[in-house]
């Protein structure tokens, strides 16, 4: 059984940085597309970002592009999201997601392509 487990979540002013790591149990980490999900009280998961098996190919949400970065090391069975210039509008629960990819260059952007999640970790901005 794969787990995925988040953890950095934390309360945060607007303005601030956080730095969410997701450690993944199963030992083919490096089979894995990554991504990094969100869902607000009464909305929908959404995409927050995407990364490669390799750690070279990334892709973000409209929301948080230019703010947020993905990435990942392989050795660790970890992936990271780094969250600069945090406001209100990005409290949720983030959740980390992991799908096997077949290529290194592969990463994915819908729910339906990750097949196994983390528990989640709240996140809070506010003053």
């Known amino acids: 059984q794969v787990q995925l487990v988040e953890s950095g979540g934390g309360l945060v002013q607007p303005g601030g940085s956080l730095r969410l790591s997701c450690v993944v149990s199963d030992g083919t980490f490096n089979m894995y597309a990554m991504g990094w999900f969100r869902q607000a009280p ?61 290529s290194i260059r592969v990463y994915y952007t819908e729910r339906t392509q990750y097949r196994y999640w983390g528990q989640g ?7």
């Open 42 to 102: 009464g909305k929908e998961r959404e995409f927050v970002g995407g990364i490669s098996r390799s750690g070279g190919v990334t892709s973000y949400g409209k929301s948080v592009k230019e703010r947020f970065t993905i990435s990942r090391d392989n050795a660790k069975n970890t992936v990271y999201l780094q969250m600069n210039s945090l406001n209100a509008e990005d409290t949720a629960v983030y959740y980390c997601a992991a799908g096997t990819a077949y």
């Open 121 to 127: 970790t709240q996140v809070t901005v506010s003053a």
